[in-house]
Nanobody
Framework: QVQLVESGGELVQAGASLRLSCAAS????????MGWFRQAPGKEREFVAAVSPNGAGTTYADSVKGRFTISRDGAKNTGYLQMEALKPEDTAVYYC?????????????????????WGQGTQVTVSS
């Protein structure tokens, strides 16, 4: 059974940095892509970033491009979202997701239904 567990969310001030982690179990690391989504109160869950199974390919939402970096460590079966220059509008519950399917560089993997498994989320709050 595939399980994804996020961690690292906390309350920070605007301009701060934070790194989220997503620990995966029950899945062979090299065969799945990983994505991060977020959901703010009263809003739809939105795409943040995705990384290919081998870590070489990445895609980002325009709102985080240049500030967030997605990565993965195959040896630890863990994905990461490094967030810099955080803004109050980044406040949300952050979810990681896994996609057990081929990665095509022409696609952004920004849709929720492109992912097979989801974690429970970790809260990130950015104060102004």
């Amino acid at each position: 059974q595939v399980q994804l567990v996020e961690s690292g969310g906390e309350l920070v001030q605007a301009g701060a940095s934070l790194r989220l982690s997503c620990a995966a179990s029950g899945v062979t690391t090299s065969r799945y892509a990983m994505g991060w989504f977020r959901q703010a109160p009263g809003k739809e869950r939105e795409f943040v970033a995705a990384v290919s199974p081998n870590g070489a390919g990445t895609t980002y939402a325009d709102s985080v491009k240049g500030r967030f970096t997605i990565s993965r460590d195959g040896a630890k079966n863990t994905g990461y979202l490094q967030m810099e220059a955080l803004k109050p509008e980044d406040t949300a519950v952050y979810y990681c997701a896994a996609r057990i399917a081929p990665w095509y560089t022409s696609r952004t993997y920004s849709k929720r239904d492109e992912y097979d498994y989801w974690g429970q989320g970790t809260q990130v709050t950015v104060s102004s």
